[in-house]
């Protein structure tokens, strides 16, 4: 599975949900539709289908109603859970294009050699993505864009960046 969101909050009164999309357009989301949702306390995923959605607000947010849930307290009880789909069902990459899945847990370089840590998780900003890097007791937070992110090598389980240490 690859976790593509997370069911926010509930949103109206109709059952609706705010969704956070982490696919690039953020509607791009609404394209699958079967969503696997986590179960409470992470025991697995349930399959339950969109079907309403729409862009919300100025920040490109979602909202969307999930078959069967038509009221505030029906939706209350899905906020929170992550979305995911298959792997088989993404789409195909294309050049120097990542899941961000695929980069959790890589060793981190900076073009001068020296190791920052391993991919820690991912923060999306109103600047853009931000990939987080943990090692030792420091903390790296570095733009997903290509000035920074130099070179992924998925096999040798590595990314290199323009990252000054200090």
């Known amino acids: 599975m690859i976790v593509l969101g997370r069911l926010a909050a509930a949103w109206g009164v109709e059952g609706w949900l705010k969704v956070v999309s982490y696919t690039d357009p953020p509607q791009a989301l ?4 079967v969503w696997h949702v986590s179960e409470p306390g992470g025991a697995g995923w349930q399959q339950i289908a969109p079907i309403g959605g729409r862009a919300h607000g ?12 038509t009221d ?18 993404l789409a195909p990459l294309g050049p120097r294009e990542y899941y961000w899945e695929d980069l959790l847990g890589l060793a981190v370089r900076n073009r001068a050699g020296q190791d920052l ?3 820690g998780h991912f923060v ?7 990939m987080v890097v943990t090692g030792g007791s420091r903390e ?6 290509p000035r920074h992110l130099r070179r992924v090598n998925l096999d040798a389980g590595q990314v290199e960046v323009d990252w000054d240490l200090d």
């Open 30 to 33: 609404l394209r699958y539709p």
């Open 58 to 69: 100025a920040k490109e947010q979602l909202v969307v109603q999930l078959a069967g849930v």
């Open 72 to 89: 505030p307290e029906a939706a209350r009880n899905w906020a929170g859970r992550e979305i995911a789909v298959p792997r088989r069902e």
């Open 117 to 119: 840590g391993r991919v």
């Open 124 to 130: 999306e900003l109103p600047t853009g993505p931000v």
């Open 140 to 145: 790296h937070w570095i733009p997903l864009a």
